[in-house]
């Protein structure tokens, strides 16, 4: 795999950006260690997101990514995003635009990355749990599958949660607005899942039974599945922390690449 590091100016955001970027490399037989990947013209690509407290460098910090994604010829896209929560914030940065829009397109014109729908994939962990899965249901016409970790998927029940720490609210009040609008609007995961009509994108979901979102990701998990959203639930011991997400974006990443897109 190549590892690259990249550095550009976002249109929608008004200011130079990064993303860490994983590409297959296909001539590797000398490597120890590590086969070489399935060559292509194109490759299929997960816009990889990360959660609260992290940046664009976190994955290649905390997992083996590169290894896990060079097993299935998997290009990877690690956005930094800051703490917008994967929105159009209301102080007035557009990450959900540069993600959604902007930043497929120029990964797609720079690298050789496959530009069909079915090959574009979202995932991400906590708050970037919530990203993907927020892709997966307001865009399945551009990302057919979606995967979260632990992912922040009740954000009104986490709202409440966090309603006595003023540091975290200050911060969500910046990105949602000052009576943090949340219920019934297009960043309520529950309410777009109930609505969901689509049957262009699934999901994949795993969370740690001693999360403290675990009860967020029952309750996405007992909406999706009233709603018939195609959603693969997972659980298991663990809490909010790196070796549990090492673990399991494993066996994640072989659900995305052997079934189906729907």
């Known amino acids: 795999m190549a590892w690259l590091t990249t550095r550009f100016y976002s249109e929608q955001l008004g200011l130079n950006t990064s993303a860490e970027v994983l590409l297959p490399q296909p001539a590797t037989s000398g490597q120890v260690g590590m086969s070489g990947p399935q060559a292509r013209d194109r490759y299929p690509a ?18 083996s990514i590169e290894r896990y994604a060079s097993e299935h010829s998997l290009a990877i896209i690690m956005p930094r995003v800051d703490l917008s929560y994967y929105q159009d914030t209301h102080s007035g940065m557009n990450y959900w635009s540069f993600l959604s829009e902007e930043l497929p397109t120029l990964c797609e014109g720079w690298f050789p990355i496959s530009t069909d729908r079915a090959d574009r994939f979202a995932g991400g962990l906590s708050m970037g749990g919530y990203g993907a899965f927020r892709l997966g249901l307001l865009r399945p016409d551009r990302f057919s599958a979606a995967i979260s970790l632990s992912g922040a998927l009740d954000l009104e029940g986490l709202r409440d949660f966090w309603r006595d720490d003023p540091k975290r609210m200050k911060i969500l009040r910046g990105v949602f607005g000052e009576e943090l609008p949340i219920e019934a609007s297009d960043r309520d995961l529950l309410h777009l899942a109930r609505a969901f009509k689509s049957a262009g994108c699934r999901f994949y979901q795993w969370c740690g ?37 090492d673990r399991e974006i494993q066996p994640a990443l072989g659900w995305l690449m052997e079934d189906p897109a729907i």
Request: no cysteine; aromatic share 16%.
């Open 46 to 63: 997960l816009y990889l997101l990360h959660g609260w407290s992290d940046d664009e460098s976190i994955w290649m910090r905390r997992t």
């Open 209 to 245: 039974t001693e999360d403290f979102l675990y009860p967020a990701n029952q309750s996405f998990r007992t909406t999706a599945e009233t709603a018939g959203l195609p959603l693969v639930y997972r659980e298991g011991p663990g809490d909010h922390s790196w070796p549990h997400w």
